[in-house]
Nanobody, 113 residues
Framework: QVQLVESGGGLVQAGGSLRLSCVAS????????MGWYRQAPGKQRELVAS???????NYADSVKGRFSISRDNAKNTVYLQMNSLKPEDTAVYYC???????WGQGTQVTVSS
């Protein structure tokens, strides 16, 4: 069993920055790929960024050049640095162990125009 706890969401003006964190319990963190997903009201959940256990990163086209995913295996933590935020980035952001049933509870990010 893995528990994921996100933090770092909040309200920010367009153009601002936020850093999300996700701490995972258990001992498998360094062995698995991690992802950040988001879900806006009335929309499907979508992949924002992912990082393999070896550090290979992948981004949605909508966030390339603005968001950066990273991980610290010693702290069982994955991060999402979000810069140049836009109102369309407003959503609940979820941490996920890729190809598993494990999801965090989500953290709200609201970007005002």
């Amino acid at each position: 069993q893995v528990q994921l706890v996100e933090s770092g969401g909040g309200l920010v003006q367009a153009g601002g920055s936020l850093r999300l964190s996700c701490v995972a319990s258990g001992s498998i963190f360094s062995l698995v790929a991690m992802g950040w997903y988001r879900q806006a009201p009335g929309k499907q959940r979508e992949l924002v960024a992912s990082i393999t256990h070896g550090g290979i990163k992948n981004y949605a086209d909508s966030v390339k050049g603005r968001f950066s995913i990273s991980r610290d295996n010693a702290k069982n933590t994955v991060y999402l640095q979000m810069n140049s935020l836009k109102p369309e980035d407003t959503a609940v952001y979820y941490c996920h162990v890729v190809d598993s049933a494990w999801w965090g509870q989500g953290t709200q990010v609201t970007v005002s125009s």
